[in-house]
């Protein structure tokens, strides 16, 4: 009797494809004026960042935690809501859940993986 096939996961490669999935690990957003403001996803953020995001008490309290202090001063300068980036990131968290099907990303079909020489 022969033993069953067991899965085996190449973490690099599952971080990869919900990589792909939702577009990288980093977002960049048009804020006001036309800055470029870049920040993690919240897929692949660290743990402080999230843990930061999570524990804001207020939108601007998030804003600056998604941002770090540097970023933030220049999108409040600019006249940024923070408001804005409350809302952006509810919008990476539905579209993050819309890109994975059933729980896993879905391969395009320009994806390196699915056109790997088996």
Same mark, same amino acid.
């Given at each position: 009797?022969?033993? /069953? *096939?067991? #899965?085996?996961?190449?973490? =690099?490669?599952?971080?990869?494809?919900?990589?792909? +999935?939702?577009?990288?690990? *980093?977002?960049?957003?048009?804020?006001?004026? $036309?800055?470029?403001?870049?920040? /993690?996803? /919240?897929?692949?953020?660290? #743990?402080?960042? #999230?843990?930061?995001?999570?524990?804001? !008490?207020? !939108?601007? $309290?998030?804003?600056? @935690?998604?941002?770090?202090?540097?970023?933030? +001063?220049?999108? !409040?300068? @600019? $006249?940024?809501?923070?408001? !804005?980036?409350?809302?952006?990131?509810?919008?990476?968290?539905?579209?993050?859940?819309? %890109?994975?099907? *059933? $729980?896993? /990303?879905?391969? %395009?079909?320009?994806? %390196?993986? =699915?056109?790997?020489?088996?």
């Amino acid at each position: 009797m022969s033993k /069953p *096939n067991k #899965k085996r996961y190449r973490l =690099s490669e599952v971080r990869a494809q919900y990589a792909e +999935a939702v577009g990288g690990e *980093n977002v960049e957003f048009e804020g006001p004026g $036309g800055e470029i403001y870049t920040m /993690p996803h /919240p897929l692949f953020a660290p #743990k402080e960042w #999230k843990e930061a995001v999570d524990e804001a !008490d207020d !939108d601007e $309290g998030q804003a600056r @935690a998604m941002l770090g202090e540097e970023q933030w +001063a220049k999108f !409040d300068a @600019a $006249g940024g809501d923070p408001t !804005d980036l409350s809302l952006l990131n509810m919008a990476l968290r539905e579209d993050m859940q819309g %890109s994975l099907k *059933n $729980g896993r /990303p879905t391969r %395009s079909s320009t994806s %390196s993986a =699915s056109t790997r020489k088996r």
